[in-house]
């Protein structure tokens, strides 16, 4: 499938997921819980379901990975896989709080191919073709151009397991009070592929966050990259989406960032 292809098709499958989103915005969720505060709805099922059936066709000879029917405890790696989240941010939208996206990205022997990351809300749609750039509403969108930590604004979030991991919590905290003393400030929105479009955009400076899976940044970290951005580990080796943390900046801030982190995991 070539970019012009790609742009027409796929940017419109994505979008047509959306409406069943916003046909649910202000309304009853029917929710269901994975565990003590992850959770489900319906909702996200059925816009799995579209996305799957739509890229099937489009893409047959790619895994579909998609976050509420995967196994990705084996760690093996599909050569050609397209990652999907349905909705990255299901209790911001249980609650409409309005921090919501559906992400999808390509990957071909673990290098990005392209991404999509649609609010709904805001009818706002990110996309990146490798070596093309990256968009915004078809808008080409760039870094920050913030090279002081002290003047940068930061995003982060944490994962469900925090809950009952005393430790980790204690260690997230940590890090978060150092990030806290040396910016100029934090968000914690709840979406992680819009974190990194917001880095993308310029928005944000940065991002950092620990507990993701591979749905929760293919797009994101693929859009960040295009548009001129940087994206490790934090231990600062390339990024490896089954990795368990990221740090995601407009490249420079992030050894800033990284060293006032320091060693974590």
């Avoid at 709904?120 to 750039?133: F, K």
């Avoid at 420079?252 to 320091?262: C, F, T, Y």
């Amino acid at each position: 499938m070539n970019a012009t292809q790609f742009t027409v098709e796929v940017v419109d499958l994505v979008w047509k997921a959306g409406a069943i989103i916003r046909e649910q915005i202000n309304t009853a969720k029917d929710i269901q819980y994975k565990g003590e505060i992850d959770l489900v709805t319906s909702t996200d099922l059925a816009v799995e379901a579209f996305l799957k059936e739509g890229l099937a066709k489009l893409f047959p000879d790619y895994t579909l990975v998609a976050e509420e029917s995967a196994d990705i405890s084996s760690g093996k790696v599909p050569a050609k896989a397209i990652y999907i989240d349905p909705i990255d941010g299901t209790t911001n939208f249980a609650h409409d709080f309005p921090f919501v996206a559906i992400s999808v990205g390509a990957y071909r022997d673990g290098q990005g191919e392209w991404g999509i990351v649609y609010n709904p809300y805001s009818d706002e749609l990110y996309h990146a073709v490798a070596q093309q750039g990256a968009y915004l509403n078809g808008n080409a969108i760039q870094i920050s151009h913030t090279d002081s930590l002290r003047q940068s604004l930061l995003a982060t979030g944490f994962p469900y397991s925090v809950a009952g991991n005393p430790a980790h919590r204690r260690q997230m905290l940590d890090v978060l009070d150092r990030v806290l003393e040396q910016t100029q400030g934090m968000r914690r929105c709840g979406s992680a592929s819009l974190d990194l479009c917001f880095v993308a955009r310029g928005i944000l400076d940065g991002f950092y966050e620990w507990g993701l899976k591979p749905w929760d940044i293919a797009a994101g970290a693929l859009i960040l990259q295009e548009a001129g951005g940087s994206v490790t580990d934090m231990r600062r080796q390339t990024h490896d989406m089954f990795a368990d943390g990221i740090v995601a900046t407009n490249g420079r801030i992030h050894e800033q960032l990284l060293n006032l982190m320091g060693t974590v995991g």
